[in-house]
């Protein structure tokens, strides 16, 4: 295929890739061993190793060619990035192209392995209705492979991820490794070692080999082949999977392979290798044609496979040149798979319920799904039995569902935001936190190449069915790492919702809404409202809404409406989180409730631009309330979609009210006050726009 592909370079070059020419050794005696049961995440250089899974040649070139059938990903992504859930081969969860970012899914996976031997076997729950079971995360995943029988025969699923060298050195690779031998996971790392990153060399970028870096950690057997002899590759690979299968530990093989091909099309051998002659005196083929004659077989035969083989696969790939195109329309499909809450459902107020503060409304709502659903687990910082959290929010759900459902993690936020891919991918549902958003960054990574991608990518395959839950905001002197606010960050990641609500009841439903939701959604939770001790937030207690309810993303809510009035200037507003609690103080304080209404929007994705839409062309005003630096924003870009929409019901320019564009927000409480909008803030914007 490799030769074909050269042959056909002004065809297959409009699209970059890879081949696995020089690695196939190992690759082959891999895939012939793993199991339907096993995951597996091969890298970008993996083209044999995905057909010893059995994928066929024409499979590949669907996607060398970007074609509608390429059966990953419908010609959305690179030759080689596969995904796939077939029944009869190992799974394949969706990675992406960045080098190494891999390491943690796959440690995910395996983590949700051992989830499932310490926790027992998922039946069916108790759900809200059938097509909520039908999309919930353990739609077809069969937590029965998990038994100790099938660990003692031997057929215990494992997960396999592949690594190039130059990709070990990441540091997100580190974090998966030290959650690989803290937890002891079911895991093989293949690092295929052939002294080259792209035309950097191993003498430039690493002080050891992948081998000898695994000793740094504790736990993580490792062992060193000769990659490129097949029955060497065959016969190691055999021993370290059974061993996994039986002891549940992981492995790292490190693999020597001489790398005989381009690093990619784009970037060709010929202008920098200068190892050409001795790499080609490894090539594992000579070797594996030795030993097949060594055993049994004729030289007329290995020729005859040889022609048959060159053969089919160029009548793969004619066939493959002659397919069918995506469509335009094709570009719109499977950014999310449906959500089954649709509607507000439940009691949002019942009787006699008491009166709680925002965090409690988060903590019951969690502790009532985990109480409901094996599948969902918590993890992050501190959130285990001894804290329950920094904010008290997870306070007595390790008590309560013990510490194999909610657990501490080491202070690693890629590992905790990534590591949920894998676990979404065997059924699981992770409800997972980063302290701060201050500290979302390491996590961001993740969230962006990773969990925001795998559904579309996948095209549809793999959506990643998480929670990520983010205390935000500012107040009380929290300082520049414990204030930020990072919406329009999050925003302007596609692929996942996002959930920002003002008061418990909205956090409670939305909650649910999330948790029953089968994408990626990360609930960002102002911290200054968990418990309304700053003044003027009372707003956000609420009577405990009913352990049915759920609240629907994309609907925002018009807690305060007014009327069209043609003789006064009227206003709307349109805030979430603290803001609402600014405009709604603002509009009481001015004594104008009857001229500002106000829109709530609870999600920021998706939005409710209907309801936006509808306000503003009847009041013929808007202000964008918001707590981050204006400028460049979420809210900025709001303000100028509806600015675009309501042009011509429009009596002011639709303004926007934030923070200080400065870098950071001071610890000091008088820059913390400077720096952030406040009711009276807001207030004089609220003038300034009646005026206008
Ligand atoms: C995070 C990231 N940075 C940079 C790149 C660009 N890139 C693609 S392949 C590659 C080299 C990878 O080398 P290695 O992991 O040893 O695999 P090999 O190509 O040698 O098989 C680089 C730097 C990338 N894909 N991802």
Redesign the pocket.
Known sequence: MAELYEANFKQVSKYVH?TSRGHEAVQIALGMQLLPQDYAFP?Y?DDAMLLSFGLTPYDLMLQLLAKKDDPFSGGRTYYAHPSLRDADKPKIPHQS?????QAIPATGVAMGFKYHENVGPIEDTATLSDTIKKLEGNFDYDSSVHSEDSRIRGNAPIVVCS?????VTEGEVAEAFQMAVLKRLPILYLV?D?D???SANAAEIRAQNAFEYAKGFKGLEAVSIDGANFIESYEAVEKVIMTIRKERRPFLIHAKVP?LNH?TSGVRMEWYRDDLEEARSRDPYPVLKKQLLENGFDEKELLEIEAQIEIEVEQSFRKAQQAEDPKPADLFTNDFVPTPITEEKGERSPEGAEKVVMVDCALFAVEELMRKHKECLLYGQDVGARLGGVFREAATLAQKFGDDRVFNTPIQEAFIVGSTVGMSAVGLKPIVEVQFADYIWPGLNQLFTEVSRSCYLSDGKWPVSMILRVPIGAYGSGGPYHSSSVESILTNIRGIKIAYPSNGADLKGLMKAAYYDPNPVVILEHKGLYWSKVPGTKGATSVEPSEDYVLPFGKAWVLQEIWKQENVETLTIVTYGMGVHWAMNASEELGIKDRIEIIDLRTLFPLDEETIMKSVKKTGKCLVVTEEPSDNSFARALAGKIQEECFKFLDAPVMTIGSENMPAIPLNSILEETMIPSTEKVKQKIIQVLNY
């Not at 192209?97 to 970012?101: H, K, L, P, V």
């Not at 690594?163 to 990709?167: C, I, N, Y």
């Open positions: 890879a890298y250089r192209s960045a080098t190494g970012m690594l190039g060298d130059a990709s295929q052939n080259w990153d792209i790398l690093h």
